[in-house]
């Protein structure tokens, strides 16, 4: 069990300028175990109504995905997210958020699990965070990634965190609004000092910042043609990151770097499809050989 990650498994009807699919499997716990599963096992802690169709369980099990932790709630429906883009894909226009069962997620480890080395807390309340790393016994890394609402409405809670975890991910705005710095490398020195070892700036299309104490790293995003779906990019960028993290062993500057890239590589192929669907085609090969052509195009 070397990975475990905690956030939502959803069902989400989606509009892009390129298509539409309704009742399509979502959640950030999806897209970032699918991603991570590429490289390690994964385990599930989230929560599903009854409705939650059995095929997808299937598919989680096929890949490798653990599902001691994903709790089925008799009687209840599963959280359910609709919305839109337009030409400007960086932005969702929420439709309807309907939480139910996860409106009551209150995440509760397996003590088999609790030992697990990477934990990756997805977009959930930083209460509910914490109480997750209360329960682990001893992680060898543990990532956060979290969202506007929580920053401006519970951020004496999202500051608690800041001593307990190593990777902060954030996209530019979040990390803007968290630190009041405008500036991106200001704002990143800002949250290492608050306590985790580094933080990840995610910048959609334009890219990512790496930055910790001791280094900084910038890596442009992989050029797309054709692109359907962003949702769940950066779960899908966090997976990949993690879990090449997780089979590399040692967690070092050249470990890091190449697992920012892998992410950047895993989230490419995610939005050329809706949902998870691309992931669920590619292999690894497919994902080294981009991988190598990404090096080389910006390589100088």
């Known amino acids: 069990m070397a990975i475990l990650v905690v956030g939502s498994v959803a069902i989400d009807s989606i509009k892009t300028p390129f298509g539409e699919r309704e009742e399509a499997l979502g959640g950030s716990a999806t897209y970032f175990s699918t991603a991570a599963s590429f490289f390690n096992k994964v385990e ?3 929560t599903v109504g009854e409705d939650f169709p059995a095929k997808y369980i299937k598919l989680f099990e096929k890949r ?16 359910r997210w609709k919305g839109s883009y337009g030409q400007d894909l960086n932005t ?15 995440p509760e480890i397996p003590r088999d699990l609790r030992n697990t080395e990477f934990v990756f807390l997805a977009n959930i309340d930083p209460v509910l965070q914490y109480s997750v790393l209360k329960q682990m016994k001893k992680p060898k ?5 979290s969202m506007n609402y ?6 004496a809670d999202f500051e608690k965190l800041m001593d307990h975890i190593d990777i902060l991910l954030l996209n530019e705005t979040e990390a803007r609004m968290f630190t009041g710095e405008s500036n991106l ?8 000092a608050m306590g985790p070892k580094a933080v990840v700036i995610k910048k959609g299309e334009h890219g990512v910042i790496y930055f910790s104490k001791d280094s ?3 890596t442009p995003a992989y050029l797309l043609e054709s692109l359907y779906d962003p949702t769940g990019a950066g779960d899908t960028f966090a997976g990949g990151m993690i879990g090449y993290l997780s089979k590399a062993g040692k967690i070092t500057e050249t470990a890091i770097r190449n697992s920012i890239v892998y992410g950047s590589i895993l989230a490419s192929f995610a939005v050329e499809d809706f949902s998870v669907n691309k992931l669920l085609e ?12 990404f090096k080389s195009i910006t390589r100088f």
């Open 44 to 46: 599930i802690i989230a």
């Open 64 to 79: 490798g995905i653990g599902t001691e932790g994903l709790h089925v709630v008799k009687g209840g429906k599963t959280f």
């Open 185 to 192: 490398m200001k704002a990143a020195r800002l949250i290492v």
């Open 150 to 155: 929580w920053i401006e409405n519970k951020k």
């Open 141 to 145: 890394l543990v990532a956060c990634d």
């Open 216 to 218: 900084y790293f910038v």
């Open 282 to 293: 590619i292999s690894m090969a497919d994902i080294k050989a981009r991988f190598d052509h």
């Open 92 to 106: 969702a226009h929420t439709i309807y958020t309907h939480l139910n069962v996860f409106q009551d997620f209150k």
